[in-house]
């Protein structure tokens, strides 16, 4: 095996580029890179300080062309499949969290327009998506908590359409979206599954949004909507009155499930980073050392790549064999599984890395800055639903081999 001169000049390891980025991803992985530090970095910090909803930052991704990554390219999506959204939530999630949990909610919506959706409605949505148009999810309900997936509001018929009245707890770019896929139930379903989505766009008469002040992902305006008898016409309504759980475990969940372990997964990179160029930058005047010199920091930081890294390779590894399942005609709520997995594990390691890149950075990273910002922004995962807790109830479950939802 034959090694470059550079590296045998210089003594240096280089790290191989497939154990950041899947085989034939490194173009796109570079664009988001490149993307990330001049557009979304410099604005994330005033999006974090002023709770400022990050629309330029958003805009500037859909410019890119990565409004409707993960639809068929005739469509005018990206044709990278899931393995692509994966790497591009990493990626952008190390420069600005709160702009990249917006896009993956993005994404996942406007992925179930196009799969519960009917012809008329990809036409009529999705080419304004495509020119920067937000679209959001609003799904989890006070009563219900984190199990979002479980919704007792309904939208019961109204002359040509349905009256909705609903309470939603956490809607990500709430006031902000042009339109929401909204969680309901239609109380006169012949379906034991009364779940129904509903296309409200923003704007509508009945439509409150309130402020959302939080520990981090502060620009995401993630707070409480309430729809007071808002008129949805037929035309609006996704799929069937009832059933749509079955989009519920095969497109929402994989794509949320996913796309948020990826933006932990680049959160914690992100903070790593920060802490490593603070760590060689550094110099002690009276040692005239730099913090990167001394062993235990550099253990501290090999420990918490480790821990990224092994993340990072459940999600490509994840994301992959998503994609495989769909090119076999396989759903993925069959392949929920490794995903539960992979966000469980997301999100308990940036707690663990992000602290330890605070760690590393001593006083500075106690100061708000980049590093304490990851460090808030990281946090939202473990307690975001399904919380940690009941994925582990699921996987455990599932080991044993019981039912994991019930």
């Not at 001049?38 to 604005?43: A, F, K, V, Y």
């Not at 790593?272 to 050392?289: F, M, P, R, S």
Request: charged share 20%; net charge negative; with cysteine.
């Amino acid at each position: 095996m034959s090694v470059s001169n550079t590296v045998l000049n210089e003594g240096i390891m280089q790290i191989p580029s497939w154990w950041t980025c899947p085989p034939g991803y490194e173009e796109l992985q570079a664009k988001a890179h490149a993307l990330g530090k001049s557009e979304l970095l410099e604005r994330a910090a005033i999006s974090d300080q002023e709770s400022r909803y990050p629309r330029e930052s958003i805009s500037k991704i859909a410019e890119a062309g990565y409004g409707a990554v993960t639809l068929p390219k005739e469509y005018g999506g990206l044709g990278a499949g899931l393995t692509g959204f994966a790497v591009l939530s990493e990626s952008f999630a190390q420069y600005c969290a709160s702009s990249t949990m917006c896009w993956v909610m993005h994404t996942a919506a406007v992925q179930t327009l196009f799969s519960a959706g009917n012809e008329e409605q990809r036409q009529r949505f999705i080419p304004d998506v495509l020119r920067g148009k937000i679209g959001g999810l609003a799904f989890s309900e006070p009563a219900t908590g984190s199990h979002f997936w479980n919704v007792v509001s309904e939208a019961p018929r109204l002359g040509n359409g349905y009256s909705l009245n609903a309470d939603k707890s956490f809607v990500t770019s709430a006031g902000e979206a042009d339109w929401y896929v909204v969680a309901t139930t239609y109380p006169e379903s012949t379906d034991s599954d009364k779940l129904m989505f509903l296309l409200v766009e923003n704007g509508q008469e009945g439509i409150t949004q309130f402020p959302f002040s939080a520990m981090g992902l502060r620009g995401n305006s993630s707070g409480p909507m309430k729809f007071r008898d808002v008129y949805v016409p037929a035309e609006n309504r996704l799929g069937t009155e009832g059933g749509m759980n079955y989009h519920n475990d095969n497109t929402i969940d994989p794509l949320f499930l996913l796309g948020t372990a990826a933006c932990w997964t680049g959160i914690a990179q992100g903070a790593l980073n920060a802490a490593i160029n603070g760590a060689k930058k550094k110099v002690h005047a009276d040692t005239g050392k730099s913090v990167a010199s001394y062993q235990v920091i550099r253990h501290e930081l090999a420990k918490a790549q480790i821990m990224v890294d092994s993340a990072r390779s459940m999600l490509y590894r994840t994301a992959e064999g998503l994609d495989k399942a769909i090119a076999n005609g396989t759903p993925l709520g069959e392949c929920l599984f490794p995903i539960w997995q992979l966000k469980t594990h997301a999100a308990d390691i940036v707690i663990q890395v992000t602290n330890q890149a605070l760690q590393v950075s001593g006083g500075r990273g106690y100061l708000t800055g980049q590093v304490e910002k990851y460090l808030r922004d990281g946090r939202a995962g473990a307690i975001m639903g399904p919380t940690n807790e009941i994925l582990r109830e699921w996987i455990g479950n599932t080991l044993i081999d019981v039912p994991w939802f019930e």
